[in-house]
């Protein structure tokens, strides 16, 4: 795919994230290849103690331990995964040295942890007083019902294409808030929180994570858009997988963004308020995504 055919690079992610799309996009504008452009820009909310869902200052697990899952995949089908890291802030960074220097795709716990620590990364406590003081509040009266678009938004997921036409993507949270130890939702499965065939595109998701492992959701959109649907289509078909096979869907959210090999992007989710952010041509804008429930 040429660049002409695209009319520029793009970048998208999942929810309001401007400062990270505009991250990706910018890092893209100056030719950087796209997996690198995604980890730069899902780094910005890593980095960001303000985002409790999302690398250092993301809200615990029930026993107060913050841990952090992440993939990510490139254009020529390698991937990388870290599950369950303690101590790392950057873990979609951590997954790309999991693809790039092992002969592995995931590394787990204190195993993803040491493998950090021998190529360079900081240990860093990721538990902020800020979230300290949610989490003792939390467990006055622990009650584990994640509020929709609101606890359900723990991920933030992004899709790049760069000047060559080549797409990639990387998938970074600290998952849900107090989780029961040891937890590990959709992010960091390829397949799941997110895929790519550079033949074909991509796609990422967001939300309840058991739900989108129960459909393999991101691959499934990709396999959709093989057989001839459009992005859009085929996040409305994943989504609608979901609901048709689950009665409580009014329970929880599920988001989806995919893009094709020419550009075109669609975004699909159960409940009304998940928007997503798209860079291109310079312009970064938050676009709010059409959904299932219209009531």
């Known amino acids: 795919m040429a660049l002409n055919d695209l009319k520029a690079p793009i970048a998208i992610c999942t929810w309001g994230f401007v400062a ?7 890092e893209l504008s100056k030719g950087i290849k796209a997996l690198d452009a995604a980890i730069a820009g899902v780094s910005v909310e890593e980095d960001n103690i303000k985002n409790t869902t999302v690398g250092k200052g993301g809200a615990p697990d029930r026993e107060g331990n913050v841990t ?3 993939c990510v995949m490139d254009s020529n089908g390698d991937c990388g995964s870290v599950v369950c890291v303690e101590n790392i802030t950057n873990v979609a960074a951590l997954a790309k040295r999991v693809m790039t220097e092992t ?5 787990a716990g204190s195993g993803a942890e040491e493998f950090a620590y021998s190529q360079g990364f900081e240990s860093d406590n990721l538990l902020t007083d800020s979230s300290k003081k949610a989490w003792e509040e939390w467990l006055k009266s622990p009650e584990y019902k994640p509020l929709i678009n609101i606890e359900n938004h723990d991920t933030i997921g992004m899709l790049c294409i760069d000047k060559d036409g080549d797409i990639a993507g990387a998938c970074t949270t600290s998952g849900l808030s107090y989780k029961m130890k040891g937890r590990v939702g959709d992010s960091p499965i390829i397949g799941s929180g997110l895929f790519i065939d550079n033949d074909i595109g991509g796609a990422v998701g967001t939300g309840m994570g058991e739900e989108i492992m129960k459909t393999v959701g991101s691959f499934l959109i990709v396999e959709l858009m093989r057989n001839g649907m459009s992005p859009q289509q085929a996040c409305e078909e994943a989504v609608q997988r979901i609901t048709r096979k689950n009665d409580h869907f009014n329970d929880f ?3 989806y963004i995919a893009i094709n090999k020419s550009g075109d992007v669609g975004s699909y989710c159960i409940h009304k308020g998940f928007t997503y952010m798209k860079y291109q041509n310079g312009k970064n804008e938050n676009i709010h995504s059409d959904h299932y429930v219209k009531s």
Do not use: S, T, Y
């Open 103 to 107: 002969p592995h795709v995931m590394l």
């Open 68 to 70: 952090l899952d992440a």
């Open 253 to 255: 959210q599920i988001a």
């Open 20 to 26: 990270a799309n505009a991250k990706a996009g910018e």
